[in-house]
């Protein structure tokens, strides 16, 4: 299960998720991990944190942050669907939606790590993603990159131990 910060401009109108400039970075990290665009969207459930496009940022550069009122009214969605597919690994990209799982740390603590959570009655392990808009300047910082590396190597075994990936070779960062 992967779960996204909240739908964008281009989601909402093509009513696909991840299907814009954003979309199209994270589906190169997960090609990279085993599975093809095609492949990630059968194999994987896409969620977000919120339901609704919150509007442009106030900077003018990419979508505004939805508020924790905007959060909290949406977190029982995400609940029940957590409830329902009781998922063996949670994918949160961007910070909102690590928030979510491990709380609130520093992308740096996380990223390029798995974790583990207890849900309902079964572990499921976590595998977070830094947000891939273009308005993220995390991934260009070089250790950052490390860590986004290691994230995507990690996906890799995962998504091989549950069957949905490609035995790949070690990719380098192509993105």
């Not at 928030?99 to 207890?118: A, M, N, S, T, Y």
Request: hydrophobic fraction near 40%.
């Amino acid at each position: 299960m992967l779960v996204g910060q909240a739908p964008g401009k281009v989601e909402v109108d093509v009513r696909r998720p991840f299907a814009g400039r954003a979309g199209r970075t994270l589906f190169r990290w997960l090609e990279r991990a085993g599975l093809d665009e095609p492949t990630a969207r059968r194999s994987i459930y896409i969620s977000a944190i919120t339901r609704c496009y919150p509007g442009p940022s106030p900077s003018g550069r990419g979508d505004r942050v939805p508020s924790l009122h905007e959060r909290l009214q949406c977190g029982s969605w995400l609940d029940d669907e957590l409830r329902l597919i009781q998922p063996q690994l949670i994918i949160p990209v961007g910070k909102l939606a690590i928030d979510r799982f491990l709380g609130g740390v520093p992308l740096e603590k996380v990223v390029g790590r798995i974790h583990e959570q207890l849900m309902g009655d079964s572990m499921t392990r976590v595998v977070p993603l830094p947000h891939p808009s273009g308005a993220s300047s995390w991934p260009n910082v070089p250790a950052n990159r490390v860590l986004l590396d290691a994230a995507i190597d990690l996906l890799r075994a995962e998504f091989l131990r549950l069957g949905a990936g490609k035995p790949t070779t070690k990719t380098r960062r192509t993105a």
